[in-house]
């Protein structure tokens, strides 16, 4: 599916219409992290249902709401649940709330997801922040900039070398530091799923440089930098990647929703304590 600007435009012009309130920040809340849009204040929420072209999350742990209110001072909108490539969507289904988000006047995008730990260091429970990422879905073919550019958006070639903001990365640290909340730093590869890796998998990723794999976010980012937009990502490490077989372990969906509820607190601090502090 190939949206227009006249997609985007009613899309905008129907957001419009239920709230007066301009977002700043957009926000993404990843599986079993929808939770955080409970504590936006003064919210006013649309069911993606209501909206014309919006994707929707068949997965469990994904609300399908957008909510727009106030945080922290900030105005936000965010998606509670997001939709996946895995789920038969096209990727530029998949990276349509951003550029609506964008048109809607967020400058700054906010991402967080649950990742599989690849970083033998990393315990369920813990937060990544993201500094980085590999788009192996995007580098095999599935690339949502692919296809004819609107230059009005942004450029046809767009630079990644500083995809997550250096500040908002330093101010995420600081709140971690604050609030005394192990935040780790690294490298998210973005897979298309739904299945979780085998072991061999595991451990070419590892060797490709990756701390963290998920199956969301990268793409969303890609639509994001190149709209111009300030990016920060965390990832919550909801399980740890298996890399050796014949083993009674095995990664599952529910574990994934369960590691949420620890995850959340920290997550929800460390957000609110970065839209406080950022000047936008």
């Given at each position: 599916?190939?949206?227009?600007?006249t997609?985007?435009?009613?899309?905008v012009?129907l957001i419009?219409s239920?709230?007066?309130?301009?977002?700043q920040?957009?926000?993404?809340?990843?599986s079993?992290?929808?939770g955080?849009?409970?504590?936006?204040?003064?919210?006013?929420?649309?069911?993606?249902d209501?909206?014309?072209g919006?994707p929707?999350?068949?997965?469990?742990?994904h609300h399908g709401?957008?909510?727009?209110?106030?945080?922290e001072?900030?105005?936000?909108?965010?998606?509670q649940?997001?939709?996946h490539?895995y789920?038969?969507?096209?990727?530029?289904?998949v990276?349509?709330p951003i550029?609506?988000?964008?048109?809607?006047?967020a400058n700054t995008?906010?991402?967080?997801?649950?990742?599989?730990?690849?970083?033998?260091?990393?315990?369920?429970?813990e937060?990544?922040?993201i500094?980085?990422?590999?788009?192996?879905?995007?580098m095999?073919?599935?690339?949502?900039?692919?296809g004819p550019?609107?230059?009005?958006?942004?450029?046809?070639?767009p630079?990644?070398?500083?995809?997550?903001?250096r500040?908002?990365?330093?101010?995420?640290r600081?709140?971690?530091?604050?609030?005394g909340?192990?935040?780790?730093?690294?490298?998210?590869?973005?897979?298309?799923?739904?299945?979780?890796?085998?072991p061999a998998e595991?451990?070419?990723?590892?060797?490709?440089?990756?701390?963290?794999?998920?199956?969301?976010?990268?793409?969303?980012?890609?639509?994001?930098?190149?709209?111009?937009?300030?990016?920060m990502?965390?990832?919550?490490?909801?399980?740890?990647?298996?890399?050796?077989?014949?083993?009674?372990?095995?990664?599952?969906?529910?574990?994934?929703?369960e590691?949420?509820?620890?995850i959340?607190?920290?997550?929800?601090?460390i957000?609110k304590?970065?839209?406080?502090?950022v000047?936008?």
């Amino acid at each position: 599916m190939t949206y227009t600007a006249t997609d985007y435009q009613n899309v905008v012009s129907l957001i419009q219409s239920r709230t007066d309130r301009m977002p700043q920040v957009g926000l993404v809340l990843g599986s079993g992290l929808g939770g955080l849009a409970d504590t936006i204040e003064d919210r006013v929420v649309i069911p993606y249902d209501d909206i014309p072209g919006w994707p929707k999350s068949t997965v469990h742990g994904h609300h399908g709401n957008l909510v727009i209110g106030q945080l922290e001072g900030k105005t936000v909108v965010a998606q509670q649940g997001r939709a996946h490539f895995y789920e038969g969507y096209s990727m530029q289904q998949v990276t349509f709330p951003i550029r609506v988000m964008r048109q809607l006047g967020a400058n700054t995008l906010i991402l967080t997801n649950a990742a599989g730990g690849l970083n033998a260091n990393f315990n369920v429970g813990e937060l990544m922040l993201i500094n980085d990422h590999i788009n192996l879905v995007g580098m095999i073919g599935n690339n949502p900039l692919m296809g004819p550019n609107d230059d009005s958006i942004g450029p046809r070639f767009p630079g990644m070398s500083r995809t997550y903001d250096r500040e908002l990365r330093q101010l995420a640290r600081q709140v971690a530091d604050e609030n005394g909340i192990h935040l780790n730093e690294g490298v998210y590869i973005g897979l298309s799923g739904p299945n979780f890796e085998t072991p061999a998998e595991v451990r070419m990723l590892r060797t490709l440089g990756a701390d963290a794999a998920g199956m969301s976010t990268v793409h969303e980012v890609l639509v994001a930098r190149h709209a111009g937009m300030r990016v920060m990502a965390c990832s919550g490490i909801t399980n740890v990647a298996i890399d050796q077989i014949d083993t009674d372990m095995d990664a599952n969906h529910e574990e994934v929703l369960e590691a949420g509820k620890v995850i959340v607190p920290r997550l929800t601090a460390i957000l609110k304590g970065v839209l406080k502090a950022v000047s936008l």
